[in-house]
């Protein structure tokens, strides 16, 4: 993201994790905190009820200092197969952003209006939105590593997944087990600057604890200071929806 390279461009890099590996041990307790979290907010059967959660209504404002994600949008998403469609208006008319889990498509006034560039533009988007949606559950996806690093946190790392496997997520937890701050490395920017995410005012929304104020930005003061971090004001939250394939796909004749 743009305001993530201007952080790095201002703050320039932090150390990067030592590469580590924790032991059996240290994974088996590490599983142990996630799971923990996750029970913090989900309950007890968090694990089936997060595969059958269904379809996902938020309505999200965002603060965003360089504009790229919709100022006040209305998303559906389905977190079980990572997909979603956020609705926004712009100066150009409604703007919808589809997202199959795979690919992109810009809707504006109803017909396809976007380069290649823009749909992988967009699809980093809404798959990073869809990611911090999903914490702490995506800490126990498929070739996440969770591992005990010490002082009541845990470190997550990833293998054989996805387009980062340098990525690292180190989470803590508030009094009540939620997620309160992490600390980690997006590596499609750099391997080396570290980002800070800060979870704070929760509701809970169907038995859900959802985090109702998110800030992202960089860790180090000094970039915070030339760049406000990105914020995410979730204004309200349904789940158990009935989904379409339709939601997410490009319409007929739109680029692929």
């Given at each position: 993201m743009r305001w993530a390279a201007a952080a790095l461009l201002a703050a320039g890099c932090s150390a990067a994790l030592p590469a580590v590996r924790p032991t059996a041990e240290e994974e088996a307790r590490g599983r142990a905190m996630a799971e923990a979290a996750c029970r913090a907010h989900g309950g007890a059967d968090w694990r089936a009820r997060w595969r059958a959660i269904g379809g996902v209504r938020a309505h999200v404002r965002i603060v965003d200092p360089l504009g790229f994600y919709p100022a006040d949008g209305n998303w559906l998403l389905d977190p079980a197969r990572n997909r979603a469609l956020v609705r926004f208006w712009s100066r150009?008319?409604?703007?919808?952003?589809?997202?199959?889990?795979?690919?992109a498509t810009i809707l504006v006034g109803g017909a396809c209006s976007s380069t290649p560039g823009e749909r992988r533009l967009i699809g980093g988007l809404v798959s990073n939105f869809l990611y911090?949606?999903?914490?702490?559950?995506?800490?126990?996806?498929e070739g996440a590593h969770p591992s005990d690093a010490g002082g009541g946190r845990f470190l997550v790392t990833y293998?054989?997944?996805g387009e980062t496997p340098d990525d690292w997520f180190l989470a803590e937890t508030d009094a009540a087990g939620r997620l309160a701050r992490i600390t980690y490395v997006s590596s499609v920017l750099s391997r080396y600057l570290q980002f800070r995410g800060e979870f704070?005012?929760?509701r809970d929304f169907g038995g859900f604890a959802v985090a109702t104020e998110?800030?992202?930005?960089?860790?180090?003061?000094?970039a915070r200071g030339v760049l406000a971090p990105v914020e995410h004001h979730v204004l309200d939250v349904e789940t158990g929806l009935a989904l379409d394939d339709a939601f997410f796909a490009a319409p007929p004749g739109c680029d692929p």
């Open positions: 150009r008319g409604p703007v919808e952003w589809r997202y199959d889990g795979a690919r911090w949606f999903g914490v702490p559950f995506k800490f126990l996806d293998r054989g997944v704070r005012a929760y998110r800030s992202f930005g960089a860790r180090s003061q000094a």
